[in-house]
């Protein structure tokens, strides 16, 4: 079956360290990879895209990595502020298909001052 | 811009009741999206419509109807709400365009919805 896995429910990290979240797939093929930030009460709102072909991309401090053999994407947020923390969802997106967006359960990243 | 807008924020129903939860999007996005979210198990797609005129059912699709009133509007329906249906709802929208298009999706601000 198809899955979509954020490494832990819950990430808790220390002001100015780099924070890696990791999201996993099974049985997918994404042409992309997004990710998203969700706070609470919001809605989620769109980070980052990397498509299937580039194996790195880079916004201010975050930085997305994508590796379709592990089927895995990393996403880093150097020099992490208090003001980082949120949920996290990665999200797979097809190219076929009328529904096309897949999500992840999303990783609750805290940021301790 | 506006963006994608959902009402109402907040909504208590009792069990047996009926609603409808508005979405609209000003960005002419052809995609549009019901999700609703849960404690633990992520956005799952309730119904999506890829253009006007067309709908169709996701991942948990039962208990609710859909109406794709015009390109810009996206409306839910509860036709009798169980407490099962407790849950926060998004709408969203994204442009299909060409394979090296951005696909980003938009969501709202969300419907918290409890079923008593």
């Known amino acids: 079956s198809q899955k979509i896995e954020q490494n832990s429910e819950a990430l808790n990290i220390q002001e100015g360290k780099t924070a890696t979240l990791t999201c996993n797939y099974t049985n997918y093929s994404p042409a992309y990879l997004q990710w998203y930030r969700q706070d609470p009460g919001r809605g989620p709102v769109f980070l980052l895209l990397?498509?299937?072909?580039?194996k790195e991309k880079r916004k201010e401090r975050l930085k997305v990595t994508f590796d379709t053999t592990l089927k895995q994407s990393l996403f880093h947020i150097t020099a992490s502020q208090p003001a980082d923390s949120a949920t996290y969802l990665c999200?797979?997106?097809?190219?076929?298909?009328?529904?096309?967006?897949?999500f992840g359960t999303g990783t609750r990243l805290t940021v301790i001052p | 811009n506006a963006g994608v807008t959902q009402t109402p924020k907040f909504q208590v129903l009792k069990t047996g009741q009926s609603m409808t939860l508005q979405c609209a999007q000003d960005?002419?996005?052809?995609?549009m999206y019901w999700y609703r979210q849960d404690p633990g198990m992520g956005l799952r797609l309730i119904y999506y419509?890829?253009?006007?005129?067309?709908?169709d059912k996701g991942e948990v699709p039962n208990g609710y109807n859909v109406s794709r009133l015009n390109k810009r509007e996206f409306s839910l329906r509860l036709e009798s709400a169980a407490p099962s249906q407790t849950s926060v709802y998004f709408c969203?929208?994204?442009?299909?365009?060409?394979?090296?298009?951005?696909?980003?999706?938009?969501f709202g601000q969300g419907t918290r919805l409890t079923v008593v």
């Open positions: 999200a797979l997106a097809l190219l076929t298909g009328a529904n096309n967006l897949f």
């Open positions: 990397i498509r299937e072909n580039e």
């Open positions: 969203a929208s994204q442009s299909r365009k060409a394979i090296l298009g951005n696909t980003e999706a938009f």
């Open positions: 419509s890829a253009s006007e005129g067309t709908t």
């Open positions: 960005m002419n996005h052809n995609s």
